[in-house]
T-cell receptor, first 116, second 114 residues
Framework: DGGITQSPKYLFRKEGQNVTLSCEQNLNHDAMYWYRQDPGQGLRLIYYSQIVNDFQKGDIAEGYSVSREKKESFPLTVTSAQKNPTAFYLC???????????????FGQGTRLTVV | AQSVSQHNHHVILSEAASLELGCNYSYGGTVNLFWYVQYPGQHLQLLLKYFSGDPLVKGIKGFEAEFIKSKFSFNLRKPSVQWSDTAEYFCAVRIKAAGNKLTFGGGTRVLVKP
């Protein structure tokens, strides 16, 4: 089945540790995104990538880093510099906007990160 | 910077009532518009989308939305809700000039009482 896989579903880390969240897609999508979802704040864009080896900061990139070495993978690292890392993280992918219609984003199931 | 505003954070209504959720965005150029739904415990799903053409778009589960360019709005409607419509609804905007950046609103939690 085609889709987006985020792992793990739940993640616990100690304060001060970096942690990497995995996102893999087999939809052959060019673009991938990372969002953070907090109650009452909707989805806030952390980073996005339109093609391999390229990515841009979103609205809340501070304390996060990403890489896009392969088309199907877009891992997110939550660093110790992120002040409030406990949140629900969502990964999404889409075809490139230049393709016109049918370029909506598809989402993974999310990873709930708890930092203690 | 582009922004998306959803006016209602929480909506409570009874079954068979009509639903309208507001969405406004802050950009005057070409946009793609989306409404997503997140049912309890499930991942985000696309309800409907607007790219061009007829400004009244129909989506799944009886939902529709109207793009009013002059008002920078893309409001979601459903004539008669069901208990199963209890969910959180998100409006999203992609601005052509900003490439693939997809910005979401703050979401509206809808509770439908049986």
């Amino acid at each position: 089945d085609g889709g987006i896989t985020q792992s793990p579903k739940y993640l616990f880390r100690k304060e001060g540790q970096n942690v990497t969240l995995s996102c893999e897609q087999n939809l052959n999508h060019d673009a991938m995104y990372w969002y953070r979802q907090d109650p009452g704040q909707g989805l806030r864009l952390i980073y996005y990538s339109q093609i391999v080896n390229d990515f841009q900061k979103g609205d809340i990139a501070e304390g996060y880093s990403v890489s896009r070495e392969k088309k199907e993978s877009f891992p997110l690292t939550v660093t110790s510099a992120q002040k409030n890392p406990t949140a629900f993280y969502l990964c999404a992918s889409s075809t490139h906007y230049s393709r016109g219609r049918d370029t909506e984003a598809f989402f993974g199931q999310g990873t709930r990160l708890t930092v203690v | 910077a582009q922004s998306v505003s959803q006016h209602n954070h929480h909506v409570i209504l009874s079954e068979a009532a009509s639903l309208e959720l507001g969405c406004n965005y802050s950009y005057g150029g070409t946009v793609n518009l989306f409404w997503y739904v997140q049912y309890p415990g499930q991942h985000l799903q696309l309800l409907l989308k607007y790219f061009s053409g007829d400004p009244l778009v129909k989506g799944i589960k009886g939902f529709e939305a109207e793009f009013i360019k002059s008002k920078f709005s893309f409001n979601l409607r459903k004539p008669s809700v069901q208990w199963s419509d209890t969910a959180e609804y998100f409006c999203a905007v992609r601005i052509k000039a900003a490439g693939n950046k997809l910005t979401f609103g703050g979401g509206t939690r809808v509770l439908v009482k049986p």
